[in-house]
C-alpha cells in the first residue's frame, strides 16, 4: 500500500508561480490554491443563491484545492509557454496526464475511489469552469497586488487575465469583479474602515 500522496502534496509550498515574471512576493502553488478554493467557494454560492444554480460545493472547493496539485511534478509551466502552440498544448496535457496517473498511484487504493474525481478533466464541466474562472480570478488578484507594490511588470497580465476572465462568460465571475475585486486595490486600514471594525 502506497501513501507518498499526502507526503508529496505537502510539496505544494515549494512550486512558485510566476516563474518569467519579477515578483514583488513570491507566491507558491499551496497558497494560490487555498484562494483558488475561497474563490471557487463564493462563486458556487453566487451560482446557487443568486442565479438559481444547483452545483455540489463541496465538490467543486475541493476541484479547487486539488487543482495545481499535478505542478508538485511537473513544476509551474509559465502560460505563454503552456499554451504557445496545438503541438505544445497536447504534449502538456500529456504530461499533466501522466502527473496525475502518478499522484493516483500515490494513494492508497482504498482510497483512490475518493481522490480519482478531483483529477478527472471530463468530470462537471460547470465545476471545471468555475474553477478555472476562479483560478483566473487569483492571478487576477495576483496582478493586482504586484500592480499595488510598484511592480509594473505585471500590467499586461492584468489586462489580459480580466479579459480571459470576462470571456469566460459567467455572471458569478463578473459579480466577483464588480462587487469583490476593488477591495483587492485598497489597503487594510481602508478596507477595515469601510468594514466599521
Same mark, same amino acid.
Given at each position: 500500500?502506497?501513501?507518498?500522496?499526502?507526503?508529496? &502534496?505537502?510539496?505544494?509550498?515549494?512550486?512558485?508561480?510566476?516563474?518569467?515574471?519579477?515578483?514583488?512576493?513570491? =507566491?507558491?502553488?499551496?497558497?494560490? /490554491?487555498?484562494?483558488?478554493? %475561497?474563490? &471557487?467557494?463564493?462563486?458556487?454560492?453566487?451560482?446557487?443563491?443568486?442565479?438559481?444554480?444547483?452545483?455540489?460545493? /463541496?465538490? !467543486?472547493?475541493?476541484?479547487?484545492?486539488?487543482? @495545481?496539485?499535478?505542478? #508538485?511534478?511537473?513544476?509551474?509551466?509559465?502560460?505563454? $509557454?503552456?499554451?504557445?502552440?496545438?503541438?505544445?498544448?497536447? !504534449?502538456?496535457?500529456?504530461?499533466? +496526464?501522466?502527473?496525475?496517473?502518478?499522484?493516483?498511484? /500515490? $494513494?492508497?487504493? @482504498?482510497?483512490?475511489? !475518493?481522490?480519482?474525481?478531483?483529477?478527472?478533466?471530463?468530470?462537471?464541466?460547470? %465545476? /471545471?469552469?468555475?474553477?478555472?474562472?476562479?483560478?483566473?480570478?487569483?492571478?487576477? %488578484?495576483?496582478?493586482?497586488?504586484?500592480?499595488?507594490?510598484?511592480?509594473?511588470?505585471?500590467? =499586461?497580465?492584468?489586462?489580459?487575465?480580466?479579459?480571459? #476572465?470576462?470571456?469566460?462568460?459567467?455572471?458569478?465571475?463578473?459579480?466577483? %469583479?464588480?462587487?469583490?475585486?476593488?477591495?483587492?486595490?485598497?489597503?487594510? @486600514?481602508? +478596507?477595515?474602515? +469601510?468594514?466599521?471594525?
Amino acid at each position: 500500500m502506497s501513501g507518498n500522496f499526502f507526503a508529496l &502534496t505537502s510539496r505544494m509550498k515549494y512550486i512558485t508561480r510566476w516563474g518569467l515574471m519579477r515578483n514583488s512576493r513570491p =507566491e507558491n502553488i499551496a497558497e494560490h /490554491s487555498l484562494e483558488v478554493a %475561497i474563490i &471557487t467557494h463564493l462563486l458556487c454560492e453566487l451560482r446557487n443563491r443568486r442565479f438559481g444554480g444547483n452545483i455540489d460545493v /463541496s465538490k !467543486a472547493v475541493l476541484t479547487a484545492v486539488y487543482h @495545481d496539485v499535478p505542478e #508538485i511534478i511537473t513544476g509551474d509551466l509559465p502560460t505563454p $509557454v503552456k499554451y504557445y502552440g496545438p503541438e505544445i498544448k497536447s !504534449a502538456y496535457r500529456r504530461v499533466e +496526464q501522466a502527473a496525475k496517473d502518478r499522484l493516483m498511484d /500515490s $494513494v492508497p487504493e @482504498d482510497l483512490r475511489e !475518493a481522490y480519482a474525481p478531483l483529477f478527472d478533466e471530463n468530470g462537471d464541466p460547470e %465545476i /471545471s469552469k468555475i474553477v478555472k474562472a476562479a483560478d483566473k480570478l487569483s492571478a487576477l %488578484i495576483k496582478c493586482i497586488e504586484e500592480r499595488r507594490s510598484g511592480n509594473t511588470d505585471f500590467a =499586461e497580465a492584468e489586462r489580459s487575465t480580466l479579459e480571459a #476572465i470576462k470571456n469566460l462568460g459567467l455572471k458569478e465571475a463578473d459579480v466577483f %469583479i464588480e462587487e469583490f475585486l476593488p477591495a483587492y486595490s485598497l489597503t487594510l @486600514d481602508e +478596507q477595515t474602515k +469601510q468594514e466599521g471594525f
